[in-house]
């Protein structure tokens, strides 16, 4: 019998993944889905399984905190047009989908994101003609939703309208699909995703090194061998990742699958997500350990995206301080190891 993605409270608790009726409220709420590679992959003999925890409802979810915002990174508020984010000068977000192949429950779009009808004709073309007519607009980021659960002839379509924008230089895709669905990576979605004179880079969201299973890790591989450029973004969660080791070894399995790791993303203020918020001090502490004990390749930006729409900031431990006045002023640097040494400031020349 072929295992069909969960969707309902029903089907969690047929699966031995729920037993509470009340999750009905729940996904009610919002939305709930685990393909069958994630559903094969949760212990349903650990009450503290990482990978149901990331993806299971729980009643927690309905405790909602007065910090909380149903647009925690403000996206409405630099959206000129249905579809478009334009925060940054020189790229925009178009989000041609609102559904997923997965629902996170730390989802900061949990407001917007479920089973929909992608981004409709008319509103595609007003967002495309955004693009077009904004020559300082040099990265378009696909993002959603996942793009990656659209068909290949939907997103080639998408590609080849970006590819005949002069100004638009890279192509970046926002993806969770080769870890939920590995086996919708195809030679034809591969052919889709790339666009001749365009730099593609594709960004895996990944938080825990067992979501790297071998059907994940082939995909990944294909898409690495096609020429697509691997980023890795993670989430930083309370009980998944917020252990050195667990963060440690998914940073080694990315580099390992040919993932640079390129966001520590600190938790959104997303509602009914407090239960799986680390803080900021456990979030620097962390990439204090990564730091000199685990590879260069491994440390990826801790970043916090501003509320209120205001953007991300690097907000990972700092190594250097100014110390002394005068002549006597320094700078003083901290080792990996904690140790902290003098050295001088610019000398001016005459």
């Not at 071998?214 to 890795?232: C, F, K, N, P």
């Not at 667990?246 to 990315?254: D, H, K, S």
């Not at 390129?262 to 680390?278: E, I, K, N, V």
């Amino acid at each position: 019998m072929r295992v069909k993605t969960l969707h309902t409270p029903a089907q969690l608790r047929d699966a031995g993944l729920a037993s509470r009726a009340e999750l009905e409220t729940v996904a009610a709420r919002y939305a709930v889905a685990i393909p069958p590679a994630l559903t094969a992959l949760i212990d349903r003999n650990d009450p503290h399984d990482p990978i149901a925890r990331q993806f299971v409802p729980d009643m927690a979810e309905l405790d909602r905190r007065p910090e909380e915002s149903d647009d925690p990174i403000g996206d409405e508020a630099h959206s000129p047009v249905e579809g478009i984010v334009h925060r940054y000068p020189d790229r925009v977000l178009l989000k041609l989908t609102h559904v997923c192949a997965v629902y996170c429950r730390f989802c900061f779009r949990r407001e917007t994101v479920g089973p929909d009808k992608p981004l409709s004709g008319e509103s595609l073309a007003r967002a495309l003609d955004f693009i077009r007519n904004d020559p300082n607009i040099w990265e378009v980021i696909l993002t959603g939703g996942d793009p990656l659960v659209l068909s290949a002839r939907r997103l080639r379509a998408v590609m080849q309208e970006l590819r005949t924008m002069e100004h638009v230089r890279v192509v970046r895709i926002h993806t969770r699909v080769p870890i939920a669905a590995p086996e919708r990576i195809t030679a034809d979605l591969l052919r889709a995703m790339k666009a001749s004179g365009r730099a593609t880079y594709v960004a895996l969201h990944v938080n825990h090194a067992r979501e790297l299973t071998r059907e994940a890790r082939a995909a990944i591989a294909r898409m690495a061998d096609a020429g697509l450029v691997l980023l890795g973004q993670s989430v930083l969660i309370a009980g998944v990742n917020d252990t050195e080791a667990a963060l440690g070894e998914l940073m080694r399995a990315l580099v390992e699958c040919r993932i640079k790791p390129y966001y520590l993303h600190h938790g959104d203020l997303a509602p009914g997500t407090s239960h799986l918020r680390s803080d900021i001090a456990t979030g620097q502490a962390l990439m204090r350990r990564l730091r000199g004990r685990w590879s260069g390749l491994c440390q990826p930006a801790y970043v916090l995206d501003i509320p209120g729409g205001h953007g991300k900031s690097p907000i990972g431990p700092n190594y250097i301080a100014r110390a002394g006045e005068n002549g006597a002023a320094h700078y003083v640097v901290e080792d990996y190891q904690g140790c902290r040494h003098r050295y001088p400031p610019a000398s001016r020349s005459d």
